[in-house]
T-cell receptor
Framework: GQNIDQPTEMTATEGAIVQINCTYQ??????LFWYQQHAGEAPTFLSY??LDGLEEKGRFSSFLSRSKGYSYLLLKELQMKDSASYLC??????????WGAGTKLIIKP | DGGITQSPKYLFRKEGQNVTLSCEQN?????MYWYRQDPGQGLRLIYY???????QKGDIAEGYSVSREKKESFPLTVTSAQKNPTAFYLC????????????FGDGTRLSIL
C-alpha cells in the first residue's frame, strides 16, 4: 500500500531554521516532491529528489534517504511569508503522485 | 504569461444540481489532472488525462465526470451523484517527461447551498 506521514503542524520563529519531516511507504518509487501551499492558493513546486542526499536551493534544502523511506525539507532564515502548508508527495511506479496531508508551518515574530 | 486558470474561484451547488468547474492552461502541457483537497487530508486524484480525447479515473472518480476535447481545457463536472461535494478543487498540468513537476491552478472552492 501507499502511506505518507508528515507532522500536522509546526511552529518556528522568524530568522530560525526548521526541518519538516516526511516518511513514506510506497509500492513503487520514482522520486519525492515538496510543494508549498499558502492558505486558499495553489500549491507551488519547491523541490524534487530521486537520489539519496541533500539538494540545496537558496534558503530551502531537501534531503532523501530511499533506504529509510524518509525525506525532510529544511528552511533557513525563516521569514513571515514562509507561513504556509508544506506538502510531501511521492511518485509511484505509474508516475502518479501520492500526497501527504501537509504540514502547516506557523512562523512567529 | 503561461499558466493555469481555474474558474470560478467560489461556486455554490444546490441539491440535485450538476456544476462544472473550468480549467484552462496555456503551457502547452499534454497531461492534466483534477484533485480534491479536504482539511487534514492529502490531495486525492479524481481524474487525469495524458492526451486529448483520453482520460482515466483516479482514486475518487465516483460522482464526477470530465472531458478533454482540447489540449488547453479539462473541465470537471460535479454531478448530483456526488453526495459530499464540499471541497477545494485543484487542477494541475504537467509537461513532457514522466518526472516533471505538476503546476497548479488557484483552485475552486465548492460549497453546498
Amino acid at each position: 500500500g501507499q502511506n505518507i506521514d508528515q507532522p500536522t503542524e509546526m511552529t518556528a520563529t522568524e530568522g530560525a531554521i526548521v526541518q519538516i519531516n516526511c516518511t513514506y511507504q510506497t509500492s513503487g518509487f520514482n522520486g519525492l516532491f515538496w510543494y508549498q501551499q499558502h492558505a486558499g492558493e495553489a500549491p507551488t513546486f519547491l523541490s524534487y529528489n530521486v537520489l539519496d542526499g541533500l539538494e540545496e536551493k537558496g534558503r530551502f534544502s531537501s534531503f532523501l534517504s530511499r533506504s529509510k523511506g524518509y525525506s525532510y525539507l529544511l528552511l533557513k532564515e525563516l521569514q513571515m511569508k514562509d507561513s504556509a502548508s508544506y506538502l510531501c508527495a511521492t511518485m509511484d511506479s505509474n508516475y502518479q503522485l501520492i500526497w501527504g496531508a501537509g504540514t502547516k508551518l506557523i512562523i512567529k515574530p | 504569461d503561461g499558466g493555469i486558470t481555474q474558474s470560478p474561484k467560489y461556486l455554490f451547488r444546490k441539491e440535485g444540481q450538476n456544476v462544472t468547474l473550468s480549467c484552462e492552461q496555456n503551457l502547452n502541457h499534454d497531461a492534466m489532472y483534477w484533485y480534491r483537497q479536504d482539511p487534514g487530508q492529502g490531495l486525492r486524484l479524481i481524474y487525469y488525462s495524458q492526451i486529448v480525447n483520453d482520460f482515466q479515473k483516479g482514486d475518487i472518480a465516483e460522482g464526477y465526470s470530465v472531458s478533454r476535447e482540447k489540449k488547453e481545457s479539462f473541465p470537471l463536472t460535479v454531478t448530483s451523484a456526488q453526495k459530499n461535494p464540499t471541497a477545494f478543487y485543484l487542477c494541475a498540468s504537467k509537461g513532457q517527461g514522466d518526472v516533471q513537476p505538476q503546476h497548479f491552478g488557484d483552485g475552486t472552492r465548492l460549497s453546498i447551498l
